[in-house]
């Protein structure tokens, strides 16, 4: 099992930032791709973005690519997703996630293991 805890969401005005962070614990870390995905009441949860085992390959939305940017502390057991140019558009809970296998995955039924959720909030 992998516990998955999200923290740093809130409330912003368009156009700004934040960055969420989240804590895995019970396996070793570094065996997981890792997501970050997001959803809003009445609609299916969507993809936002994902990155490999050891950092180097991640992919993205169109809708956040050049605004967001995932990363990863394996030292730490963390996943960051740094948001930028925050849109109201982006308003949404945010889940991180972590995948069946080593490696960035963009599909959904592909991970396992799913944190709590933070909401973020855009104004306009």
């Known amino acids: 099992q992998v516990q998955l805890v999200e923290s740093g969401g809130g409330l912003v005005q368009a156009g700004g930032s934040l960055r969420l962070s989240c804590e895995a614990s019970?396996?070793?870390?570094?065996?997981?791709?890792m997501g970050w995905f997001r959803q809003v009441p009445g609609k299916e949860r969507e993809f936002v973005a994902t990155?490999?085992?050891?950092?180097?390959?991640?992919y993205y939305a169109d809708s956040v690519k050049g605004r967001f940017a995932i990363s990863r502390d394996n030292s730490e057991n963390l996943v960051y997703l740094r948001m930028n140019i925050l849109k109201p558009e982006d308003t949404a809970v945010y889940y991180c996630?972590?995948?069946?296998?080593?490696?960035?995955?963009?599909?959904?039924?592909?991970?396992?293991?799913w944190g709590q959720g933070t909401q973020v909030t855009v104004s306009s």
């Open positions: 996630a972590a995948a069946r296998s080593r490696f960035a995955s963009t599909v959904t039924r592909e991970y396992d293991y």
């Open positions: 990155i490999g085992w050891n950092g180097v390959n991640s």
């Open positions: 019970g396996r070793t870390f570094s065996n997981y791709g």
